[in-house]
């Protein structure tokens, strides 16, 4: 698994076939993400999420989405799917971010929802190995598919890798590596035919999209 190539990983998330993980996984990414809120359109049901674990397992960083989840639910399904990275997209706090950690062995993505410099400060009070940017829309935690003002991102203290999302494409996601400098970059709605089932053409566009800004890293060096 990559855990740090320039200038960004690939994390492909609302995942829910295996399909679409195992052409993630032909693409490159550096991890899946599996949304378990019952509220998301994109919510992987459990069966299809043992079925992508089982073959992804070692190939790409599994990650499972939550949204203030309980926490026995959360640790019990990091061990049946041997995830590796956990999201936290709700109001969660350091304490439970910690005892996320604790109990399931997994590195830990805290989230925030950007509407300004406050929403990106206030990250700096969870220690968790990743941080990620995500723009905000009431009643909704994620998956929006709109942008945020990606200078913003400014506001972030990078003693954490930072994963940039929010509205990304294969049209804009070179401006926003380019004005953000993330260790990663996670893409949801904009690589999708419909929530919970990717465009794969979207998804080749996307990495190729990324790629294409490390070449021209290269480059510029």
Partial sequence: MKDDPTPANVKFCGIARLPDAEHAAELGAWA???VFWRGSPRR??????LTIAAVLKRR??????????????VAATAEALGLTLVQLHGDEGPAY?????RRTGAR????ARVRG???VRALHAFPTDFHLLDAYAPERPGGTGETFAWDLAREHARDRPLILSGGLTP???ADAIAAVRPFAVDVASGVEAEPGVKDHAKMTA?????RATERRAEDAA
């Fill in 60 to 73: 790409v960083e599994l990650a499972g989405v939550f949204v203030d989840a309980h926490l026995d639910d």
């Fill in 44 to 49: 992987c049901r459990m069966d299809e999420a």
């Fill in 171 to 173: 049209a804009n996601v």
């Fill in 206 to 210: 996307f990495a190729a999209a990324v």
């Fill in 97 to 101: 971010c910690a005892e996320v950690a």
């Fill in 108 to 111: 830990v993505i805290k989230a």
């Fill in 32 to 34: 899946v993400g599996m």
């Fill in 117 to 119: 410099r406050a929403d």
